[in-house]
């Protein structure tokens, strides 16, 4: 038996505090649907926030980013 095809992604904060949640959907289900956009509580603002979601490789490259260099700068 083959496992369904899922894509996962982040739940980001519109905050910009860069809390995220992590979530997955099924791709076959899903064809033609908008994004998901969420109220969740974020810790780092301690309250409740609108979430949108992103694609996981996306975001990772771009927090990865900006960490090198932060990194670089310290």
Do not use: I
Not at 13 to 31: A, L
Not at 55 to 68: G, N, P, R, V
């Amino acid at each position: 038996m083959a496992k369904a095809a899922k894509e996962t992604f982040f739940l980001v904060s519109s905050e910009g505090t860069g809390f995220f949640y992590t979530n997955r959907k099924n791709k076959k289900k899903g064809k033609g649907e908008s994004k998901l956009k969420v109220r969740k509580y974020d810790p780092v603002a301690r309250k409740h926030v609108l979430f949108e979601d992103r694609k996981l490789s996306k975001l990772k490259k771009k927090y990865q980013a900006s960490e090198s260099t932060d990194a670089k700068s310290k």
